[in-house]
Structure formats: C-alpha cells, structure tokens
C-alpha cells in the first residue's frame, strides 16, 4: 500500500479553534500562539488540500464549500482521537479518565447518587460532566460526539438510526397539583381545560405524546407555558396555583409534601427510557460502564419495569 501523508492533527485543531474564535488572531490568543504561526498553519493546510477553506475578511473568516467538509472530518477525527487518549489512559494506574452524559431529571431524583457512587468507587479519579435536560436537548451533541451518551423518553415517531439505543425502564407519569388545592374525586382532562399548566420544553419524546393528549381533551396550547428548570415547574405548581404532569417518582420531592397528585378517571401513557448514543463513535470504557450501572440501578428503583421494544 503506498504511504499517503496525511494532515497533522494538530493542524486540524488550530483549524478548528479559528473557527471557534472567529479569527485569526483571536485563535492565536486561544492557543498561545502567534499570529503568524497560527496563518502559516492555515495556509499549510490549504496548500496540502489544494484549495482554500476559508475566506479572510476584517470581520473574521468565513468557510467555503470545502472548509465546511474539512471541518466536520476535523472534529470528528480529533473527538476520536479525545476519546483514544482517554481509553488508553483509563488502562494504566493513575490515567484520566473522562466521561460526559445527558439525563432528565427523573434520574436526578432516583438513582443518579447510587450510580455515580459506585462509578466514583471504580474510577476515583474520573472527570464526570453531566447535564441535565430533556434528550431533545442532547441529540446534537451526542451525533457529533460531545457527549457520550444520554438518557432519555422515547417517542415512535423518533428518528434514532444512527444511535444505539439501550432499553432502560418504563414508568407512570402523574397530573400533580399543589396542596392547597381541594379534590373531591377522580375527575376527567377535559374538566382541566382552563387550567395554567407548566410543562418541560421539548418537542419529542413522552412529552410530545402528552401534548396530543392533553388537546384532544380540549386543553388550550396557550395555557402551556414550557421552561427547561424542574425548579421552576415546581414553584409556579407551589405558589402560581399550575398543573403539571411528571413521574409518580417526583411528586415528593426532597421530602417535600407540598403537591399531591390528582386522580383522573383518564388513562396517561407510561413513559419508555432509554440509554442512547452514537453509533459513529466507539463508547468509551468508562461510558459503558456508566451506561451499565444506569440499567443495574434502574431496575431496583423501578420494580414495574417492562421491556422496552428498540427503535431502529
């Protein structure tokens, strides 16, 4: 096989940093380097490929067609080559371990402690970033590799092709109001309708169903209002007199006996979780690992669990 000389990684990763930064001269600061260095090393790169990647203005640079294709190789050769350190690393005494992941606030609130405990047990040193949100909010970055992996609601209509998709558990969801509310018996949806409800914002997953099934009984969408803090959800049910709809699991949270749950003669969907990552990039050890606790510890924290079929 003849031997192709290939670009240096690093050149790839100034590259990128001025697109980051905007600029030339704003990479250079980033990277501790010269400008000139930090232009020399650009235009090596274009010479390798023949072609100009991006144009220089006042303002700062813009991609061509062919920067554009450059980039996105670039960040995924550099995240693989993240991600090869970091198992490598993980194999000798004393090595850094890293792992990042996605989860919703359900996970937070049940077996999350136990999980990183035992993971903190197994890797004292690892460097663990977590993010809490609806998966929604995790899907670009788990296609292009920032994350690791996320955990998540699942909806059919998801496109998940491209991503490996762990069954975890199932679990009710609950309309849950404040305690100072008065309930005298199981009541239908349709007699919620003038209601203010607060929901988490996304546009897929459980919440997507539930949002078909709250208009079909006649709730208004303007009587939604939709925000990414679990905090915020349960103040304005506290204090604002909302309804909300969340697991039967965080109805009491921290202890707290302020909300109760409202019996509804209508049946909610069950909730189907789920550990997901891409199938562009190996996962990591430590990923995996952490991917397995989550299975081990949701199945003590949800003894009503059912399979969940894969969407592929």
Known sequence: MDNILLPKTQHLVVFQEVIRCGSIGSAAKQLRLTQPAVSKIINDVEYYFGTELMIRKNTGVTLTSAGQVLLAYAESITR????????INSLSAGGVVD???GFPSLIGFTFLPGMMKTFKELFPTAQVSMFEAQLSSFLPALRDGRLDFAIGTLDDDMQLQDLHVEPLFETEFVVVASRSRTCGGAIRLDSLQ????VLPHTEMGYYKQLLA???QHHINPDHIVKTDSVVTIYNLVMNADFLTVIPCDMTTPFGSE???TLPLKDV???ARYAAIWSKNY???KSASVLVGLAKHYSEQNFTR???VTEIN
């Open 80 to 87: 693989e080559m993240k991600n090869m350190v970091s198992e």
């Open 99 to 101: 792992v990042s992941f």
């Open 194 to 197: 003038n209601e203010q409800w």
């Open 213 to 215: 099934i709250l208009q």
């Open 258 to 260: 302020q909300f109760i």
């Open 268 to 270: 909610l969907p069950m």
């Open 282 to 284: 190996s996962i990591k």
């Open 305 to 307: 669990r059912r399979p």
